[in-house]
């Protein structure tokens, strides 16, 4: 048994921040961001409702509503985020809690930053070909917001918050195909050193700490090298060629990156789908939330052959090849 995608859903902040906007904050322009980066616009949350746990716990209803199935059939949770709202409970206990399920439903988080999602996913997948689980709630949400400076041009221009779900269910068909791979060495070029608490806001010294610090070039480098030698590498493995593959949905970063990736692998860029430009980076809420995206306006169909794959802080990668 594997599992199959039978539901999807996202939220996105209704606070919407555009380039323009940012340029009034930090020495930026649009003309900048949209070539370097292709985002125009990010969804901000309002942190006192939108919390982590709450956008998380949205997406999940969406996808459980479109999965058309009862709450109480879903028998693990699993959530992937860097941005919790706090250390415990994890935000897989506040989806069980917002979608009604049941006390025979298992809960736990995984942090793997941006690849998270991929992270989620194979680790559920791992629950429903043991036959652990049948049903499963695979979500990835993140408030970046809140761990951004927003002095600092460099990073701020490139996040944005929201949440989106997967709902897997065990059928028959192929294994997903899946390769992980980290590099700690090469971590210093993108970390965040503390989590926010909130009885520290005054604290200028550990505020400072719980900013993202990153090398962008480093980043970049590390991303339009690695991300092509997975996704090929994950190809092999399963013995499909990139040609038959409808749709390449990779992590929302950075356009370039993705064009680069395209380029790397000598396909069409039609092929590789974008919601950057509306969301900036999600992290871990930006593969899920771009399927459910793609499923609402019809370019996602049962069974079109998928390859998804992320990097980030770690640093870590991933790649995952399915039918959806
Ligand atoms: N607006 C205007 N100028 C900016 C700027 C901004 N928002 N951010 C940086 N600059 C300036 C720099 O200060 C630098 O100026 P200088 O030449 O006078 O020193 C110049 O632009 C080039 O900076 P650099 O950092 O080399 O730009 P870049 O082409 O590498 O683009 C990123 C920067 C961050 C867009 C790019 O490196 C990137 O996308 N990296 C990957 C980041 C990522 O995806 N992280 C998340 C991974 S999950």
Redesign the pocket.
Known sequence: MIGKIIGLGSYLPDKVVTNDDLSRIV???DE??CE??GIRERHISDHKVETTSYMAGVAAQRAVADAGIEADTIDLIVAASTTPDTVFPTIACSVQKAVGASESCGCFDVNSA?PGWIAAFLTAQSFIESGRARRALVVGAETLSNYVDWTD??TC??FGDGAGCAVLEASEGDPVRSIMRSSCVRGDC?YCASMKQPDRLDDEEFIKSTYFQ?A??D??RF?VTEVPKIITDVLNEAGVSSDDIDWFIL?Q??AR?IEATAKKLKMDLSKFPMSLQGTG?TSSASIPSLMDVMKRDGRLVKGQKIVTAS??AGLTWDAAYFEY
């Open positions: 020495d930026t322009s900048w961001i370097r980066t941006c041009r460099g221009i490139l993108l990153m962008g070039r980043v970049f991303a992590h970063a950075n990156i980076n990097f980030g």
